[in-house]
C-alpha cells in the first residue's frame, strides 16, 4: 500500500495518475498548504524538502520529488510500461525530457506564481513575472518540438511523460492559447486527458 501527500493541483497529480494507471492499491493524505501544514514539523519529519508531493511506500520509506516518485514507481511495475527499462533505446530520450519538465518546467511555474522568492525587489515583482511567463511559453515550444510520437511523446506510446506533461499544461495560465501555439501538446493532453485514470484524479482534485 502505497500513501500519497497530496495537495489539490499540485504535482501530487502526476503522482496519482501512475498510480491509477499501474492500478495499485493506494491511499491518500491531505496537506493543507494553504495552512502552511506543509512548513510544519509533523510532515517536515516525512519530508525534509516541505514540498508535495512525498509518497509512502510500501516498507514505508517516504520519498520526494515528484520525479523521483514517476521513475520508482513505473520501474516498480514494468508491466504498465510508463517508464522505459533501462535497455529500451527510448529511455535515454525518456530521462532527458523528465528531467527537462520536473526541473525547468515546474521551477518555471513557481516563478511564475510566487515573483516575490525571485526578488528582494518589491517593485520588481511584475517584471519578474513577466519574464517567467516568457519562460513558460519557450519551456512549451521546446517540448512541442521534443514530441515524436502521435499523439504521445515518444514514438513507442503512451508513458510517464504524458503524465507529467499534461499536469504542467494544466497549470498554463492561459491553456487555448497554448494549445493553438502547440498543436502536438494539445492532442497530447487531450489524448491523456480522455484516460479513465487521469480523468478520476482531476475529478478527485477537483473536490
Ligand atoms: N521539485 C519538486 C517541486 C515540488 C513543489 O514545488 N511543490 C509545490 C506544490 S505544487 C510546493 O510544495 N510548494 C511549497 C513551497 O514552495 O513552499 C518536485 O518536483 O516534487
Not at 502505497?2 to 495499485?24: N, P, R
Not at 520509506?61 to 533501462?86: F, K, N, T
Not at 504521445?152 to 494544466?170: N, R, V
Not at 492532442?187 to 480523468?199: F, G, H, P
Amino acid at each position: 500500500m502505497y500513501t500519497l501527500f497530496w495537495e489539490k493541483g499540485s504535482g501530487s497529480i502526476a503522482v496519482q495518475a501512475m498510480l491509477e494507471e499501474m492500478g495499485v492499491s493506494y491511499d491518500r493524505s491531505y496537506v493543507d498548504m494553504e495552512a502552511g501544514e506543509h512548513q510544519k514539523d509533523r510532515y517536515l519529519r516525512k519530508n525534509p524538502t516541505g514540498l508535495v508531493p512525498a509518497l509512502k511506500l510500501p516498507d514505508l520509506h517516504i520519498i520526494g520529488e515528484s520525479a523521483a516518485i514517476v521513475l520508482h514507481l513505473g520501474e516498480q511495475c514494468s508491466d504498465a510500461q510508463l517508464v522505459p527499462r533501462s535497455d529500451d533505446n527510448e529511455r535515454p530520450d525518456f530521462l532527458y525530457w523528465l528531467l527537462f519538465m520536473a526541473t525547468t518546467g515546474y521551477t518555471t511555474f513557481g516563478r511564475l506564481g510566487h515573483p516575490e522568492r525571485y526578488t528582494q525587489d518589491r517593485t520588481a515583482l511584475e517584471a519578474v513575472r513577466l519574464a517567467a511567463e516568457d519562460d513558460v511559453t519557450r519551456f512549451f515550444d521546446v517540448l512541442e518540438g521534443g514530441i515524436k510520437g502521435e499523439p504521445y511523446f515518444l514514438s513507442s506510446g503512451f508513458t510517464a511523460l504524458d503524465i507529467y506533461l499534461t499536469m504542467l499544461a494544466g497549470w498554463h495560465p492561459d491553456r487555448s492559447a497554448l494549445f493553438q501555439r502547440n498543436p502536438k501538446i494539445a492532442a497530447l493532453c487531450t489524448a491523456v486527458e480522455s484516460r479513465a485514470a487521469y480523468k478520476k484524479v482531476i475529478a478527485d482534485h477537483a473536490e
